[in-house]
Structures are given as structure tokens and as C-alpha cells.
């Protein structure tokens, strides 16, 4: 679909709350600025006086940021920086309060301003984009040696050069910190390696240089450890590990070789462990979660000459990579500019289709799946008896001691004394430690859990405290086969789907139900490896089809590694994509290692040519995986190093790619061939260049297809020389296949093995084509709103084109919108139930924000709808109401009192998650009540623009929520404010879910609400009905492709006062990418000189 943004608002991607100033009266919160200069690692020396700083410009492998080049251009974009700092300064009339200044993969800054004060920046020369800050999310013994990396310690996967353990590479670590004492990052490693600091011996960065602003002289650097680095705005600048994520993935990827002792609740295991580059020496980064500090991380990684970087952090739903306002992946791409190379993970929403977030959708940056290794701690079920037939044991697992025999029962079946939910074994919020169960419900039983919403430990956690002795998690059909072995606070089990089915249609049978928990045992046989876990985020991308992802897999489930939090020593067990990340960024940095003149690029082909998936499986144990759950296959470092052939591309390149400017991802130099829309056939040019060493001829062959699909490639056969290149053309013919349907292969290229001579092993690139029979209809829509001034007893006319910029014909249909009608049997509280003066935390589902009481509300009488009561927002008033819906349509309606004596910034909040820890919150409306500038203003991405304040009478506010098509409209006194994205307005990364309402009082005077309901309704542009001072030339219509139609719309104000008059155009099609469409039509009559305000985004 391409329509024009006429009235698009600025990014604004945080709830205010998310900065601890944010509850202040004066409604600052963090934006982030973007400038159009490019930053200094992309800079190509296109402005005169000042040489380009690039590396690849100038045939360097990183960038120089103290040459005398770079320093000419650092200033010259800090006199940029401070230029628009002296605006804002000069405009705003107070000095703003700059928190982060970007310069190396960013240009730009990150200031606290109001929104309003946002919205006039992004008028000011140079700035590109203002977004409001926003949050991403956080996404070993056996792995290492799994993925081959000793076959590259001990040189025998080397091509006769050195083996190597990461010896001189810096790797960065972007995460929630490092707990500096733990033995995995100490000067000398459990296998008595003592490490040279590559900044020499005492010279450190961040927190230990004594120089720096930050010095903490209690943080403990050496020289494995040479740096950490905090960030003001998370954590108090501490970079001590406040989670135990970034130590866990530091070890992983980089790591000491240490004795590691896992403590559980029931069980204690001791194992060696070691990180995949054990050598080589880490710089922390707690920047995690805001984008705001992880943009300073970007740009402090190249500063401290970090060669990889492990970023286990990312978003739920993806945004495109190119979108100016995703500053992590324009930061990497800067970062790549400058020779670093990156890793990430792909992402824990799976197995389901096309749920890999962003930044791992960027093809710059390598993205990374789990899949298990060989070690694993099976547990079962035994001995089971009584109900009907007692079926045969159950193998699964879980990091536990052995109980029983003891009565087993099924949670479900024991009423829950707190929410609704007591087979989930959890209640309230996703991720919450809350039991259904008052202490006492049960007397030692083994209570068996269905999974989902809740975490696999919390839910073990509940039952314990509700008495029971044993626990065993059940997938249901969403979750597959996959499982866990986490350690428990009881003796536990994690059963796949299909067993899961079978224990409780036994437990359904009869009574008297007993069994036995056999305890876990180790267990280290090839067969546990190579398996997809099923929460890995799967393929396609979403926004760039034609590249494929995950790039790769490694293992991520069941993970030993450092962790605790601040400097207590411990280790323990995780899964997810964020383990199998660093992974990969270890095995990079022995490639790195290895060979030092490679780009970054090259490493990445060089880790996904010599990744053979053909042992790799699905999450149920299996089916074969294909590229969409594995990428290239599963890290193999036996070959990476010695691959032969490897893959470089630009940075130009990339940019040029970007298919909203007309790029097309396909013909980006990877070593994957991705097509998202491919008739009858499609082909690809790769370029390969030999670094083996040696002459060697390869042969060319496309293998694996799908059933229909064939394949050819030019050239079949080549030689290259070392150092030389070459070009090769795979084409694909779909016109006997499947229309519609991917279909996979792989590209194998194969070197003629001369005998006596080690051959570099085969490369193989992934294949994955979605055959079509022709380009879909796609919109091309010549305006989003329509508005126009009429004097009074006059007509106007105003054209709507309708394009179609696709193959296929587009259908399309125009209609006048009507009312929507709602439907019984939802949420409401008119609050009359309630004492007058009560607080409604802990009453009728309302609480306070993270289940805080201070946080709740007050009924009151003094304002009300219904009598006697509404409830008083104000102060530190903020107040939840959670929902658990999750499809359908649905109107929002409360009527809304403030008192023209406001004082402050006001909120009306609603989100698609939600949880008391915070976790996984993502906001869909946040619409703030200014009373400084008696304006209605919408944070978000959505189309609008602020409205007055209508003060001293009660207003409805009206939502027409849309999670089929992910929508919202938000109405304010009968008046749009605004429409877009119900699960991408504001924070982005959210899902098509109702989570909760939230009135945020933000220490603001008090506001009334009252009549509140949350009701299924029949849908927006659900009901044609007639506007009767609007009429239409034509209501329907199909356009060939490349074609148009002009509808004439007429606007009559006959008969009508002066006023403005405003309604919906509903336009439904067959572009798959906008079936409905609204268009706000606004007619204002007697007006003169009007003109749609236009604010940049």
C-alpha cells in the first residue's frame, strides 16, 4: 500500500512513566532527535574541507576515530548538535536537558522535551526524525564444543594457521550489565591463561578509567574485563549486572574456562564450563532496556574499538530496518561501516510464521535461533497408577531432585481464589509470581500445570506456596514439543504436547491418581542436539520478505553460565534466543581472530556457508527444519574458519536496498537467497571471493527443492584463484509449483577434491521463494484525509484517486461510514457500587500501576454521570484495569470531567500488555490532557492532530479498537483525535491484545472519570450509513494494474451554519496490505484561509 502521510504525528514510543522525571507536572520525557548529517563511522567525504572518515573508503578494516580526519568531522557535527541545542534552548526559553549526544553510528541527540515541544523540533533545519523513546526487550558447557569451537582452539579447523581462543578481540557485551566478581571474567581463567589487556596493562574504559566522569574505583576491571560502562538513564549508571542477563550472555560468548557450580532448589550440579572465545577480552554495556541508552552504547562500541558485539536484546514485532526512527539497526549499520561486527537474537515468539523482531530483520546484523546441543538433564513421570489405564512413563525434563510416590491432580480442577485461570497456575499479569491458590490448597500433591501466559518457574513457584510437593508442566498444541529443563523450587517435570494430552486425559479418569517424580539425570548423547526450540522466532520477515531469517541457529536451551546480580557470585541455567546469540558472537570472534583481514561481512557468510542443516530438526524432534526456522543451519565451526569462499557488501548497498525507496533486499550480497514474491521465475546474482589460500575450482548446483520447483546456475563450474571472484546466477523456476506457498532449496557449491590436498568444505546458501502468479493489487491512494473550506448554501468538489500499483486488479469499495452498534456482554463500572471515598485498589479489579496500593484511586462524589460516584484521578493516582482479550472488535467509552482548574499533564492510557513486573509492557494509546497548553494531545504513530480541552462538563472519550485488523480510532467529545495501530502506536513491538486501561494521574490536579465499559461492538465501517451533506461519484470500482480511478467527492454546505462538519469514508480493497481504509472528511463552512496542520515525523 503507498499512501502519503498528510498529518502524521511525531514517534513518540514510551509511556511516560518508563523515566523516573516522567511523573513530574511538567510532562517531560525523552526524544530522540536524528540529523541529517551522516554519522561519523558512514561519513564518505562528501562535504568540502572535510576528508571521509569510513573505513571502506579509506581501505581500512575499522574506523579511526582519532585520526585527524575523524576529529574534523566530530566537530563539525558537534557544532550541528550544538547549533540545534541553542534553538531549542532560545525557542523553548530554558536550557534543555541533554542527556545522550550521538556522533559515531547515530547523529543526534536525546533531549527531555513535552510533546508539544517534540512537535516543533521536528520542524527545525537538519532534524530528520524525533521519536519518543522507547524500550526494547531482553530476548555453558556443551554449546562450544557442539558448535566445533575446539576444533579452532587447538588448530585442527584452522587451514595450518594457529589455533586461536579469541586472543586480542574485544568483545562488546549490550545487556543489563556484568558482575565484575564472578570467576568467568577474571584475569586469569580456570585453565591458567592470563590475559594481555589490548590497551596495555592498568588502562581501562568507562567505570575504571580514573580519567572518566563515571570512575567508580569499587568496580574491579583487569585485564580480561577492560572496561564497563553504565548509562544515567538505566540503573543509576551502575554497570553492575542488575538481572544476571548480560553476565549469562558475557560468559557465553566470551567467557573463562571455570568450574561452575549450579545451584538449584532440589538439586546441584558442578560442570565446566567455558565461553566460545575464552581468550578474548569483554567490554560491558548496561544499557539495556531504552533506546536512548542503547544509542550511546552503539556509538561508545566503536569508540572503545569493540571488534563483536553481542546484543541479545530486541522487539516482539519487527519494524523495517530502514525506518529512520529504529535507531539500533541504523546504528549498526554505522557500526558495520566502522568494522564491528554484530550479533543478535532472532527473537523467543515462536514457532509461529513471520515472528522474528527487530533489529533482526536487518541484514547487516547476524540473527540468531535456538536450538538444543547435546547435553540435557532428562526427568519423567513413572509409576503411575489408579484412574483408568496408567499410562506408560513419560521422559521429559527438568533441572530437579526425584519425589513420590504422592497423589497427582490437575490444577485446573481446584477453583482459583485469584483470577480465572487456575490451570495456567498463575494469575493476574503475564509473567506475575501470583498463586490462584490461598496457602493450604493442597497437602503435597503433584499438581500438574497447563503452560502458557505464565512463566514455566513462576508457575512451580505458585503451587509450592499453595502446598503442593510436586510439580509437571504440560504443553498444550501452541507450544509443541518443545521443552525446558529449569530448575525448579520443587521437584519438577516439563512434558511436550502430546504427553501432556495423554496425562490428562488419564487424570479425567477415575480416582485415586498417584505417580512418582524420577529426578533428573545427566544425559549427553548426539540425539539431544540439533533440535529447533519451540520458542525461537521463525521466518519470514515481515518487512523485508526477500532476506531471510534467522540467519543461522546455536544452541540456546538449557545454557550454563554466569550469572547473579551485582558482585554475588553464582551460575545457572537459561534458555532462549538471547543464549544462542552470543553463541555466534563468540564463534565470530575466534573468526576474527583467525583472520583479521575479513569485514564483517565476510565473517557473517564465512559462519552461514559453513552451516549445514541437515541434521537440524524441528521443535517436535522430527520434521526436518527449514530455512525459516534455522536460516543457514546451526553454527559449525569446524568449518567456518576454513570455508574458502566468502561474501563482502556495502554499506551503500545496504542502503540502496531499502525497498520503501524503491531498493529491492534480494540483491543485497548475502549468503542466503531470499524472494518474497516470486512469478514463474526469479533469480539472484551472488559474488563469492576465495580466501583459502590456494586455486581451487568449485562446482555449482541448486539441491533440496520444493516439489514443482526447478532450478538452474551459471556458472556450474569456476576457478577462482585466491583473492579472486565470482559472480553467480540462480534462477528458479515456480511455474509448476504451489502458488502461494514458500518453497525452499539450497545452492551448494561443492570444490573438485584433488587427492593429497585438504579441499575447503562445501558452502551452501538457503533458498526460500513464496511462489506467486502475479504482483498483488497494492493501494496507491492520492490523499488519507479529505477536507475542504465551503461557504455557507455553496458546493465544492475535492477528486479522491484510487491507483493501483500491483499486477493484479485491485477491487475496491467507497462508503459512507455509520455509527458502530455495540454489543452486550463486555467490561463496565459505573463506580456506584463502590463507597463513597473507597479506595479501588483491590476492589472490582482496579489497582494500582505494578500492583502498588499508593498507586490506587478514590471513589468520589463530587463529579459523577451515574450517581453517587465517579473515581478522582489525581496526585499519584494510577490506576489498572487488566483485560485478557486478544481478538475481535471492541468499543471504549468513559466519560471524562476536568475541571478548568487543571493543573499539569494528565493521562488516558491503554495497553496490549501488561504486568505488574513491567516486563513485557506495550502501550496502544497514550493520549495526555495538558493543562499548560489546554490541548488534547496523542503520543503515537497514529494520523491526527491535538484538539482543545473541553473543560468543566463531561466528555466522552470513545475508542474504537480493531484487533482483526489492527486498528484504533480515537474519538474525543465526538471529535477524531486520531487513528493507526492499535498493537504499534506508541511503544511498538506490542500484539493485537487489550491489556489494560491505565489513569495516570502523572501528579497532575484531579480529573473524574465515570461510566467506564470495554463492550464487543460490530466493528468499525462496519455500518454504511449517509452523511447528508456528502456525496459520491462513484462507490466501487476495479482498477487494472497500473491504473486509477478518480472518485469525486461532494461536500454541500446547503442550509448548514457555519461550523465544521466531519465524518468517514470507508474504502475496503483487495490489497492484502490495506484491506480497510478510513478517511477522515472534514467540510468547514464560513471558514477562510484553512489549512491541515502538518507536523514532521
Not at 511538567?26 to 540529523?35: A, F, Q
Amino acid at each position: 500500500m503507498l499512501i502519503p502521510a498528510l498529518m502524521l504525528m511525531v514517534f513518540a514510543t514510551v509511556s511516560a512513566r518508563t523515566q523516573p522525571e516522567s511523573g513530574s507536572p511538567d510532562g517531560l520525557d525523552i526524544y530522540l532527535i536524528r540529523l541529517s548529517d551522516a554519522p561519523l563511522a558512514s561519513y564518505r567525504g562528501d562535504i568540502t574541507g572535510l576528508e571521509a572518515t569510513n573505513p571502506g573508503v579509506l581501505g581500512e578494516r575499522k574506523l579511526n576515530v582519532a585520526s585527524s580526519a575523524s576529529q574534523a568531522y566530530a566537530t563539525f557535527l558537534e557544532g550541528k548538535r550544538a547549533a540545534l541545542i541553542n534553538q531549542m534552548d532560545q525557542v523553548f526559553g530554558r536550557s534543555v536537558d541533554v542527556v545522550y549526544e550521538y556522533y559515531v553510528t547515530n547523529n543526534g541527540m536525546a533531549v527531555r522535551l513535552t510533546a508539544a515541544e517534540a512537535a516543533i523540533v521536528a520542524e527545525m533545519p537538519d532534524v530528520v526524525v524525533v521519536r519518543r523513546d522507547y524500550e526494547r526487550q531482553l530476548m555453558t558447557d556443551a554449546g562450544p564444543a557442539w558448535i566445533g569451537a575446539p576444533e579452532i582452539w587447538n588448530g585442527t579447523a584452522t587451514g595450518g594457521m594457529p589455533g586461536t581462543k579469541g586472543e586480542g578481540i574485544i568483545v562488546g557485551v549490550i545487556d543489563t550489565g556484568i558482575n565484575p566478581s564472578n570467576p568467568s571474567f577474571a584475569d586469569i581463567g580456570g585453565d591458567a591463561y592470563d590475559h594481555d589487556n589490548p590497551f596495555g596493562s592498568g588502562t581501562y574504559v568507562g567505570v575504571c578509567d580514573s580519567g572518566d566522569p563515571s570512575f567508580d574505583p569499587t568496580f574491579p576491571c583487569n585485564d580480561k574485563l577492560i572496561g564497563a560502562w553504565g548509562f544515567p538513564t538505566v540503573n543509576g549508571g551502575d554497570p553492575r549486572d542488575n538481572d544476571g542477563h548480560g553476565s549469562h550472555t558475557a560468559s557465553t560468548s566470551a567467557g573463562n574456562v571455570v568450574t561452575a557450580t549450579v545451584v538449584g532448589p532440589t538439586l546441584t550440579v558442578t560442570r565446566t564450563i567455558t565461553g566460545v572465545a575464552p581468550h578474548a577480552n569483554i567490554i560491558a554495556y548496561a544499557a539495556c532496556c531504552t533506546a536512548s541508552a542503547l544509542a550511546s552504547a552503539i556509538d561508545q562500541v566503536v569508540l572503545d574499538g569493540v571488534d563483536v558485539v553481542n546484543y541479545s536484546i530486541g522487539s516482539d514485532a519487527p519494524t523495517s530496518p530502514w525506518d529512520p526512527g529504529d535507531f539500533d539497526s541504523s546504528g549498526f549499520l554505522a557500526a558495520r561501516d566502522a568494522g564491528v561486527f554484530v550479533a543478535t537474537s532472532a527473537g523467543n515468539n515462536g514457532p509461529g510464521a513471520a515472528t522474528v523482531g527487530s533489529p533482526a530483520v536487518a541484514p547487516w546484523i547476524l540473527s540468531v535461533g535456538a536450538s538444543t546441543h547435546d547435553r540435557a538433564y532428562p526427568n519423567a513421570v513413572t509409576d503411575m497408577s489408579g484412574g483408568g489405564t496408567p499410562p506408560a512413563d513419560m521422559f521429559g525434563k527438568g533441572f530437579t531432585d526425584g519425589y513420590g510416590p504422592a497423589d497427582i491432580v490437575f490444577a485446573g480442577d481446584f477453583p482459583a481464589d485469584v483470577g480465572t485461570t487456575p490451570e495456567l497456575c498463575g494469575a493476574g499479569a503475564a509473567q506475575s509470581n501470583t498463586s490462584p491458590w490461598n496457602p493450604g490448597t493442597f497437602s503435597g500433591q503433584i499438581v500438574v500445570c497447563e503452560r502458557g501466559i505464565y512463566g514455566r518457574v513462576e508457575k512451580g513457584e505458585n503451587v509450592l506456596a499453595a502446598g503442593a510437593g510436586g510439580y509437571i508442566l504440560v504443553n498444550t498444541a501452541a507450544q509443541g514439543e518443545s521443552i525446558n529443563g529449569d530448575a525448579h523450587a520443587l521437584p519438577g517435570v516439563h512434558l511436550g504436547a502430546t504427553l501432556g494430552d495423554q496425562l490428562l486425559t488419564w487424570l479425567a479418569s477415575g480416582s485415586g491418581h498417584t505417580a512418582v517424580i524420577a529426578g533428573a539425570v545427566l544425559d549427553i548423547d548426539p540425539a539431544n542436539g540439533d533440535i529447533m526450540a519451540g520458542f525461537s522466532s521463525r521466518g519470514p520477515n515481515v518487512p523485508a520478505p526477500s532476506i531471510i531469517v534467522p540467519s543461522l541457529s546455536a544452541p540456546g536451551v538449557d545454557i550454563i553460565a554466569a550469572d547473579g546480580v551485582g558482585d554475588a557470585v553464582s551460575w545457572g541455567f537459561n534458555s532462549g534466543t538471547s543464549m544462542a546469540s552470543p553463541h555466534a558472537a563468540g564463534a565470530a570472534a575466534l573468526l576474527m581472530a583467525l583472520h583479521p583481514t575479513w569485514t564483517p561481512a565476510e565473517i557473517q557468510s564465512a559462519m552461514m556457508l559453513s552451516a549445514d542443516p541437515s541434521a537440524m530438526l524441528k521443535d517436535d524432534g522430527s520434521t526436518p527444519a527449514d530455512p525459516f526456522d534455522d536460516g543457514s543451519g546451526r553454527v559449525d565451526l569446524t568449518h567456518a574458519g576454513i570455508i574458502g569462499l566468502v561474501m563482502d557488501e556495502s554499506t551503500a548497498n545496504y542502503t540502496a536496498a531499502n525497498p520503501d525507496t524503491g531498493g529491492d533486499p534480494s540483491t543485497l550480497n548475502l549468503a542466503s537467497l531470499g524472494q518474497g514474491a516470486c512469478q514463474d521465475t526469479c533469480s539472484w546474482n551472488r559474488t563469492v571471493t576465495n580466501r583459502s589460500g590456494n586455486t581451487w575450482t568449485w562446482n555449482a548446483s541448486v539441491i533440496d527443492l520444493s516439489g514443482g520447483v526447478t532450478g538452474d546456475v551459471s556458472p556450474t563450474s569456476f576457478s577462482l584463484a585466491d583473492g579472486a571472484s565470482q559472480t553467480i546466477t540462480v534462477t528458479l523456476d515456480v511455474t509448476g509449483a504451489t502458488l502461494n506457498t514458500w518453497h525452499f532449496g539450497q545452492l551448494e557449491l561443492a570444490p573438485t577434491v584433488v587427492e593429497g590436498d585438504p579441499a575447503p568444505p562445501n558452502s551452501y546458501m538457503p533458498i526460500a521463494a513464496f511462489a506467486i502468479d502475479a504482483l498483488p493489487p497494492a493501494l496507491d491512494l492520492s490523499a488519507t484525509s479529505l477536507s475542504a473550506t465551503v461557504a455557507p448554501d455553496q458546493t465544492t468538489n475535492v477528486d479522491l484517486t484510487i491507483g493501483n500499483t500491483g499486477e493484479q486488479s485491485l477491487e475496491w469499495s467507497l462508503f459512507e461510514y455509520g455509527p458502530i452498534t455495540a454489543v452486550e456482554g463486555g467490561w463496565s463500572d459505573n463506580f456506584d457500587s463502590y463507597a463513597t471515598g473507597s479506595q479501588l485498589h483491590g476492589q472490582g479489579g482496579w489497582k494500582g500501576w505494578a500492583n502498588d496500593p499508593s498507586a490506587g484511586a478514590l471513589t468520589s462524589s463530587a463529579q459523577a454521570v451515574s450517581t453517587p460516584n465517579s473515581v478522582e484521578i489525581v496526585g499519584a493516582s494510577d490506576l489498572v484495569q487488566e483485560y485478557t482479550i486478544d481478538d475481535g472488535t471492541w468499543t471504549f467509552s468513559g466519560m471524562q470531567y476536568i475541571p478548568a482548574s487543571l493543573s499539569g499533564v494528565t493521562y488516558f492510557i491503554m495497553l496490549n500488555q501488561y504486568d505488574d513486573a513491567g516486563a513485557t509492557n506495550n502501550w496502544s494509546i497514550e493520549v495526555q490532557f495538558d493543562g499548560t497548553q489546554d490541548m488534547v494531545i496523542a503520543n503515537g504513530n497514529g494520523t491526527g492532530d491535538p484538539l482543545p480541552i473541553i473543560y468543566d462538563q463531561w466528555v466522552e472519550i470513545r475508542v474504537e479498537i480493531d484487533l482483526v485488523n489492527d486498528m484504533q480510532f480515537f474519538f474525543y467529545g465526538g471529535d477524531l483525535l486520531y487513528f493507526g495501530s492499535w498493537s504499534e502506536n506508541v511503544s511498538g513491538g506490542g500484539i493485537t491484545s487489550i491489556g489494560a486501561l491505565d489513569l495516570f494521574a502523572n501528579n497532575a490536579s484531579a480529573v473524574y472519570y465515570d461510566d467506564l465499559s470495554l463492550q464487543p461492538s460490530s466493528g468499525f465501517c462496519a455500518s454504511p450509513a449517509d452523511i447528508p451533506w456528502l456525496s459520491l461519484s462513484d462507490t466501487s470500482g476495479t482498477v487494472a494494474g497500473g491504473g486509477s480511478d478518480t472518485v469525486t467527492v461532494t461536500m454541500d454546505a446547503t442550509g448548514l451554519s457555519s461550523g465544521s462538519y466531519s465524518g468517514f469514508l470507508c474504502l475496503e480493497t483487495n490489497d492484502p496490505a490495506a484491506p480497510l481504509v478510513p478517511i477522515p472528511v472534514e467540510m468547514l463552512v464560513g471558514y477562510l484561509n484553512y489549512l491541515p496542520i502538518v507536523i514532521k515525523g
